[in-house]
């Protein structure tokens, strides 16, 4: 049996399957020796890694669209703003061919169903948004940069708001209840729990007023995304949701974060399907290090628990970065799916990686893997999957077919005009603010209403330049100080509060 033929053997699969291209050994392209992806076996996760400019995007590129097409839906990131081309069908032209013929690709133009989707108001896209509640104190800590201590501190914040029923829509409600638990009055508050030092507040305070300078306050707000509205099929295809970032490059930590929000609601919200046909959703993680970046044990330890449980209902992760060592251990461990484009070996520390990255890979009698790694060419990669049986299959230099999509951005207007026609448009393109911890606050020192000062006569006017003096710290310290609103706080456990539980992030979950 030939090398080729040994190879694409262990891709041989009766069910259906992403096509990524054919078997390349010593140069030489068998067309015939097709690899290919199961879809049964992706809710197993994968990784898709590779250096700067040797074909990542696309290899996602051509993964969604065969996906879109099974009828799954997909949520990616558009993070370099050149995914837009999905919605459209591709150009051709002489490499395209050529590419088509190596590959033996009935290769035709094909768009997909794309939504696109932008974190918080300011970008073209229909702006998506979660509570600062719903959003929890693990996932809102990496998205600060929060210390462990910082973060243990946010934890408490949330637990006291929850069980005194205080909703945490936006920012300004979360700013209010830390000013007040660092008042006299809000310490006592939390007697018996632990404190909240004036330090710590500082910096989280510090970290939320720079988190709203940057934009980032307008991601957290109502209405908050469905998480289903990611799961949507039209006419047989999967609709593929691209979260469009330009407006966030200088908060990169917020949209990883947010993919993970997303995770952990589907996994609250979606029933147990165990091992499927096909997977209900596949995400994508592009720049997956900066999801992994300086977080905190906590953060990591709940990334591995969501990678391991996520698969019994039936979504599938696929982690892109530019080096495997980006992703800890104890997650690369889940991902059965590896497509790993050319490695650059240029410092002790990139030959390090490579070393690493060679370990992560099965053994192979046709490939010297660390030469592979640092010689494939553009849209070559090597791959190995886990088969239909879930054993690991042969490491295949692979040289991938050409998306069937747009290999283009498609302009900030058209995508715009996409937006506006979405059926998300009007469901979510107006902010809405209702009442919540900061307005209940506020009202609770609102004038009261001339019957009911007359039944209060007895006490004193206050003196002009006292009340100045009162007045002096500010509205918001004003209003968390006074003694009304402290008793509104020991006894405002509404509803809302009575019902918030926390999943795996420290997401909320309401029962129902």
């Not at 049996?1 to 694409?8: G, P, Y």
């Not at 133009?109 to 932008?118: D, I």
């Not at 044990?297 to 990334?303: G, S």
Request: aromatic share 6%; net charge negative; hydrophobic share 45%.
């Amino acid at each position: 049996m030939t090398a080729q033929s040994d190879i694409a053997a262990g891709y041989a699969t009766a069910g259906a399957a992403i096509e990524l291209g054919s078997v390349l050994v010593d140069g030489a392209v068998e067309a015939t020796a097709h690899v290919r992806l199961p879809l049964a076996t992706l809710n197993r996760h994968g990784l898709v890694a590779g250096a700067t400019g040797t074909g990542k995007t696309k290899t996602l590129q051509l993964m969604a669209e065969q996906l879109s097409a099974a009828g799954v839906p997909v949520v990616m990131a558009d993070v370099k703003g050149d995914l837009s081309g999905l919605s459209r069908p591709g150009e051709g032209g002489e490499r395209v061919t050529a590419r088509a013929a190596e590959t033996g690709d009935d290769w035709q133009p094909q768009a997909c169903p794309v939504q696109f989707l932008s974190l918080g108001t300011g970008g073209a896209a229909v702006p998506v948004r979660a509570t600062v509640t719903s959003f929890g104190p693990i996932l809102l800590s990496k998205v600060l940069g929060l210390n462990d201590t910082q973060e243990s501190t946010l934890g408490l914040i949330f637990h006291w708001a929850d069980s005194r029923g205080l909703p945490l829509l936006d920012v300004k409600d979360l700013r209010s209840v830390i000013t007040h638990l660092t008042s006299d009055e809000g310490k006592a508050d939390l007697k018996g729990l632990g404190g909240v030092s004036s330090a710590t507040a500082g910096v989280i305070l510090r970290s939320l007023v720079n988190l709203e300078a940057q934009g980032g306050d307008t991601f957290f707000g109502e209405p908050e995304l469905d998480p289903r509205d990611l799961m949507r099929v039209v006419d047989g295809r999967g609709v593929v949701s691209l979260l469009e970032l330009a407006e966030l490059q200088a908060r990169p930590a917020l949209f990883s974060t947010f993919l993970m929000w997303l995770l952990a609601e589907l996994f609250e919200v979606l029933p147990e399907e165990g091992d499927l046909d096909q997977p209900k959703l596949v995400f994508f993680f592009d720049e997956a290090h900066l999801l992994f970046a300086d977080a905190s044990k906590a953060f990591l330890e709940r990334i591995t628990q969501t990678v391991k449980l996520i698969r019994s209902k039936g979504v599938g992760v696929f982690f892109c970065t530019q080096l495997p060592t980006d992703v800890p251990n104890a997650v690369l461990s889940q991902l059965g799916a590896r497509v790993q484009h050319a490695l650059r070996a240029f410092t002790p520390e990139d030959q390090a990686a490579l070393a690493k990255a060679v370990k992560t890979y099965p053994t192979t009698p046709h490939y010297e893997l660390d030469e592979a790694l640092t010689s494939l060419g553009i849209g070559e990669a090597v791959v190995t999957v886990l088969s239909e049986k879930g054993a690991p299959t042969p490491v295949a230099w692979t040289r991938l077919r050409a998306p069937r999509s747009l290999m283009d951005t498609i302009g900030a207007a058209a995508i715009l005009q996409a937006a506006e026609a979405s059926e998300l448009h009007g469901k979510y393109a107006e902010t809405v603010d209702r009442e919540s911890a900061y307005e209940k606050l506020t009202a609770k020192v609102a004038p009261p209403e001339p019957a009911a000062s007359a039944e209060r006569v007895e006490a004193p006017p206050a003196e002009p330049e006292r009340r100045a003096e009162r007045e002096e710290p500010g509205v918001v310290s004003q209003v968390l100080g006074n003694s009304a609103v402290k008793s509104f706080l020991r006894s405002a456990a509404s509803t809302l509060g009575r019902e918030i539980t926390r999943g795996l992030f420290g997401t909320s979950r309401k029962r129902r």
